[in-house]
């Protein structure tokens, strides 16, 4: 990836956050370094797949330049509060998780593009084996009518009880006067 695709990518990676922060840079460098260690580029629909450990402002960047989303379902949280992130490639099989273990400098002060073109990711990263198995693609669930409120939700979601299938709501609020 050249000079001029990474200030873009950074570029779009601002606009979509809101704001310039380190989590942000974190993100876009692990993002970065992740598809020089699996071969990816941006997703078209979910070849590439992150498990994030954190809701930090990293997973933003992460979005950005993998295109992993919550919606295509190739974003996924296995939440252990640590700035460490799970990349997947599903045509290689490839995968790697990325711990941050390096200081950054603050990405207001600096040119981004200069410093993540001189400074190795290796510095900032620790690399590791996946140890969460791939998930499978995401799946299209049924959809079942709740008993007790009438709206509709995912097969996943329904909650059966008495012989009635109950949403999560209504599963929480039967739930509530059960002796
Ligand atoms: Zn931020
Ligand atoms: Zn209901």
């Known amino acids: 990836m050249d000079r001029l695709d990474k200030e873009s990518l950074w570029q779009r990676c601002q606009s979509f956050h809101g704001h310039v922060c380190g989590g942000l840079l974190t993100g876009f460098l692990a993002s970065l370094y992740a598809s020089e260690l699996l071969d990816l580029w941006i997703s078209q629909d979910e070849e ?25 379902g190739n974003l996924l949280f296995h939440m252990t509060g640590k700035l460490a992130f799970s990349f997947y490639n599903r045509e290689t099989g490839k995968s790697v998780r990325l711990i941050r273990t390096g200081m950054l400098p603050d990405p207001r002060t600096i040119d ?3 410093y993540c073109m001189n400074n190795p990711y290796s510095d900032v990263f620790t690399v590791k084996d996946t140890v969460i198995p791939l998930p499978e693609r995401a799946r299209i669930f049924d959809a079942y009518i709740c ?3 009438g709206e509709k939700t995912g097969a996943n979601w329904i909650h059966l009880q008495n012989g009635k299938k109950l949403c999560p709501d209504c599963y929480v609020k039967y739930d509530r006067f059960r002796i």
């Open 112 to 114: 981004v593009i200069d």
């Open 48 to 72: 590439i797949v992150c498990i994030s450990e954190n809701d930090t402002c990293a997973v933003d960047a992460v979005q950005v330049v993998l295109g992993c989303t919550v919606g295509k």
């Open 147 to 149: 008993d007790n409120c």
